[in-house]
C-alpha cells in the first residue's frame, strides 16, 4: 500500500510542482498518472523514491515513512521500487547484459559492483529478463547499438532484477512511435499482472490509458482535478485536465 498525504513541492524560484496532493495506491493496481508537461507528473513519481526531496506531507510505503527515512531505509525501500525512464538512463558504452545486471546493485557486495562481479545466479536471472522481454540475443551488444524500443526493453528488464513490489515509470513511452508505444506498455501490463507489482505509469495519451491503466490520476499545475477509473473523464473533465481548447483525438 502506497500513502501520499498533502504532498508538496516548492522549488527554488517559488514554483510550486506538487500542491497538497492526496490519494493512496493499492497494492497490485495499474496506476496512470497524466496531465500536460509541467503539471507535476515527473515531480510525483520521483519524490515517492525520494529522487527528490519535498517540501512537506508524507509518502508510507508499506508501513515506511519514506519523507521521513534514514539513508539505510532508503536504500532498502529502493531495493523493491524499480524506476523506468523516459529516456532509457542507460550507459550507453556498456554491454546489455552488464545495464541490466545493475538492477542487483542494492543487493550484492559493493567491492564487486565496482568490478561488474556478480553471482552466477544473478546472470542467470539477467538472462531470463532480457529473455522475457524478446531481446536475449542482445546481451553481448553495446547499450547504444540498440533502437529506442529496445533500449527500454533492457530498462524494464533492469527494473525487474531489483525483484520490485513498485515500479514507476516515468513518461516511459514518451519518446517511442505508437508500434513501440504499446510493446512497452504490454510488458509493463504483463509483470502488473503476472508478477502482482504495482505499476505507477505517467502517461500523455488517453488511448493507452483507457487500454492499460485500472485507474487515473491527472494532474494541472501540480493539483490533483481527477481520480478514478479512465472512463470517467469526460468532455468536462478532459478540458479541465488538458485545457479549454484542447481537442479529443480518436
Known amino acids: 500500500m502506497l500513502q501520499i498525504n498533502n504532498l508538496i513541492k516548492i522549488y527554488e524560484g517559488g514554483v510550486k510542482a506538487l500542491d497538497n496532493v492526496s490519494f493512496e495506491v493499492p497494492k497490485g493496481q495499474f496506476l496512470a498518472i497524466i496531465g500536460l508537461s509541467g503539471s507535476g507528473k515527473s515531480t510525483l513519481l520521483r519524490c515517492i523514491n525520494r529522487l527528490i526531496e519535498p517540501t512537506s506531507g508524507t509518502i508510507l ?4 515513512d519514506v519523507t521521513d527515512a534514514s539513508d539505510d531505509e532508503i536504500r532498502m525501500v529502493r531495493r523493491k521500487i524499480g524506476m523506468v525512464f523516459q529516456h532509457f538512463n542507460l550507459v550507453q558504452r556498456s554491454k546489455v547484459i552488464t545495464n541490466v545486471l ?3 546493485l542494492g543487493y550484492v557486495n559493493p567491492a564487486w559492483s565496482l568490478f561488474n562481479r556478480f553471482p552466477q545466479s544473478d546472470m542467470v ?6 529473455e522475457r522481454v524478446g531481446i536475449p540475443d542482445k546481451a553481448n551488444s553495446r547499450a547504444d547499438e540498440l533502437s529506442g524500443g529496445q533500449q527500454q526493453r533492457v530498462g524494464i528488464a533492469r527494473a525487474m532484477m531489483q525483484d520490485p513490489e513498485m515500479i514507476l515509470a516515468d513518461e516511459p513511452v514518451a519518446s517511442l512511435d505508437p508500434v513501440l508505444a504499446h510493446s512497452i506498455m504490454q510488458y509493463l501490463e504483463k509483470i502488473n499482472h503476472e508478477d502482482g507489482v504495482t505499476v505507477l505509469c505517467s502517461l500523455h495519451f488517453l488511448d493507452l490509458v483507457h487500454r492499460y491503466a485500472d485507474r487515473a490520476i491527472a494532474l494541472n499545475q ?5 481520480d478514478g477509473p479512465p472512463e470517467g473523464i469526460d468532455d468536462v473533465k ?8 484542447a481537442e479529443r483525438v480518436g
Not at 510505503?61 to 515506511?64: A, D, K, L, S, T
Not at 536471472?125 to 532480457?130: G, H, T, V, Y
Not at 501540480?222 to 481527477?226: E, I, L, P, T
Request: net charge positive; glycine share 16%; proline share 0%.
Open 222 to 226: 501540480g493539483r490533483v482535478v481527477f
Open 102 to 104: 545493475s538492477g542487483r
Open 238 to 245: 478532459f478540458k479541465e485536465i488538458y485545457g479549454r481548447d
Open 125 to 130: 536471472k539477467a538472462m531470463a529478463q532480457l
Open 61 to 64: 510505503w508499506n508501513g515506511i
